[in-house]
């Protein structure tokens, strides 16, 4: 059943394909061997590689209409229970990086399903645009494709709009078009994962104002296609000491890159929204897209804390401080927020409904779980460094410390734990610190705050999503009752 499965080595070949990737001044060359980039791919490669095992094959992956089999973030539930099946695919595949990559694959599948669910959106606006996107969707389905997105303008000027940007070319938009297609220049940001990604999802989330109709369009396009460049950040992997000083940032840095279009051509049957600012906006919102890309990211996030909450009772294990009720009463702190989390996301299953005959989580539970996230996040990293104190700073500086003879007695000394010898102790805090406080901890703290936009954004969707007429209905209520008669009207009325 599994031999047709994506796996690893696929997805590495597909990567050497010519693409422009930029860091520290230079092209990057083939990225699977950058020493940037490599053990991030390879954790990607090691997803592709587990469900193609032919003993996970049947909870990771599912049979598409055309025969392939692919993994089941495409998967269009239509009942409650296949939705939950799809989730714990998901929460497999998110278990093996610990949540820390957040646009593995299925981010960008679930959201492109989530489009199709609603395709009339594309229908109003176009039936050819429509037709090119249910195509595309099937072409990436059936290849299990690893997408990225970029769905957000450059920061750039905040006081002005993106029409009134003072830089030339500066946002992604149409400059020209012929019987072939569209051309498109300028940036859009951050498209995280895309190093590591076959194709690159263009969008425009963000509301967009008449006049603005050239920024109004979505697109798809193969990491190399011609004339698209990818500024990577600093990379964690390069600068990561080793596996053992870094253990997270050394395999899971799945990198941002701002993404130049520079006179790119967009083929009309991969261009889905064409110069309407109001489909742009309906592609996400009247479409179940956004609710599916989120709910994914929520159950990545639920992994993640789970992985911190394990963390956060290692420390106090390590140091020897589990047994101080306030130590323990920190930890249940911590454990009821993760159970929150939990929570919110069986919550938003369980409340979900049919759109179109597709089972899909309630929305406002959704972006609900994502204000209170994106606050949740930064405080249990606090509260976990809390717990450790010192711990996490006094460490040798790196590896090669414990091959010195001079060094090592001393490391012995003073490393001390109830629970497990020196060198283990090392290894786990040098663990904890890459989760909490280096500076691929620090990237990961921004990405929670903010990748689902900033938070006067998801709290608008969460106002925007709210059942009002259900809370004003009770108040009123309230209000309108008629007073209770006082205890002596009532005698005297007898
Ligand atoms: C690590 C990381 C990875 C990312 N990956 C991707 C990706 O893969 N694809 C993609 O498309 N995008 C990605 N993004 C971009 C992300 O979606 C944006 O950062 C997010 O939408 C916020 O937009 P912004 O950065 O322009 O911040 P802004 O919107 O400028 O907000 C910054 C701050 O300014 C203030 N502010 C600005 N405007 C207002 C306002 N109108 N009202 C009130 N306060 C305001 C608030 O304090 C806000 O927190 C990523 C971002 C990060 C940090």
């Given at each position: ?296 990211a929520q159950?990545?996030l639920m992994?993640?804390t ?31 927020k993760?159970?929150m989390v939990?929570?919110m ?24 779980a994502q204000v209170v996230t994106q606050e949740l996040y930064?405080?249990l ?67 929670e705050?903010?990748?689902a ?42």
């Amino acid at each position: 059943m599994a031999q047709d499965i994506k796996n690893g080595s696929t997805h590495l070949a597909s990567l050497r394909d010519g693409r422009s990737v930029y860091i520290n001044g230079k092209h990057a060359g083939d990225v699977t061997e950058h020493a940037a980039f490599r053990n991030a791919i390879a954790s990607t490669c090691d997803l592709y590689d587990f469900q193609a095992d032919p003993d996970r094959a049947e909870l990771m992956t599912f049979e598409t209409e055309s025969g392939a089999r692919v993994n089941r973030a495409w998967q269009a539930p239509g009942s409650y229970e296949e939705l939950v099946r799809r989730r714990e695919a998901l929460t497999t595949w998110a278990e093996l990086h610990g949540g820390f990559m957040g646009r593995s694959p299925d981010h960008v599948s679930s959201a492109l399903l989530g489009q199709l669910m609603g395709i009339e959106v594309f229908e109003r606006h176009d039936i050819k645009r429509a037709n090119a996107f249910r195509e595309y969707f099937r072409y990436a389905r059936d290849k299990d494709l690893f997408l990225t997105y970029v769905i957000i303008n450059p920061q750039a000027d905040r006081s002005k709009d993106w029409g009134d940007q003072p830089a030339e070319d500066l946002v992604a938009s149409i400059v020209d078009e012929d019987n072939e297609g569209i051309t498109i220049r300028g940036a859009k940001m951050l498209g995280t994962s895309s190093i590591m990604a076959n194709e690159v999802f263009v969008a425009n989330l963000q509301p967009l104002r008449p006049g603005e109709e050239n920024l109004a369009f979505a697109c798809a396009l193969p990491m190399n296609a011609k004339g698209l460049k990818v500024l990577s950040r600093k990379s964690f992997e390069e600068h990561a000491v080793s596996h053992f000083d870094n253990p997270l940032a050394s395999r899971f840095d799945e990198n941002d890159a701002l993404m130049y279009f520079d006179d790119v051509k967009v083929p009309w049957d991969r261009v889905f929204v064409y110069k309407d600012t109001d489909t742009c906006r309906a592609q996400f919102h009247d479409t179940p897209g956004h609710t599916m890309q989120n709910y994914q990211a929520q159950i990545r996030l639920m992994v993640k804390t789970r992985f911190l909450l394990g963390v956060a009772r290692k420390i106090t294990e390590t140091i020897g401080t589990i047994a101080l009720p306030p130590v323990r009463e920190k930890l249940g702190w911590l454990s009821a927020k993760v159970a929150m989390v939990e929570g919110m996301v069986y919550g938003m299953e369980a409340a979900g409904h049919l759109h179109n005959g597709f089972y899909v989580p309630n929305r406002n539970l959704m972006y609900s779980a994502q204000v209170v996230t994106q606050e949740l996040y930064p405080q249990l990293v606090n509260a976990i460094r809390e717990l450790a104190g010192g711990a996490l700073i006094m460490l040798p500086s790196s590896e090669d410390d414990l091959r010195n003879p001079e060094l090592l007695p001393i490391i012995r000394k003073t490393q001390v734990s109830g629970h497990m010898s020196p060198e283990e102790r090392v290894k786990f805090l040098k663990l904890a610190w890459d989760a909490l406080g280096s500076e691929f901890a620090s990237r990961h703290l921004q990405y929670e705050m903010f990748y689902a936009g900033a938070q006067f954004v998801t709290c608008g969707h969460s106002f925007r999503t709210r059942n009002w007429a259900e809370s004003t209905g009770l108040a009123e209520r309230v209000l309108s009752a008629r007073a209770a008669p006082s205890p002596a009207a009532a005698r005297n009325a007898a």
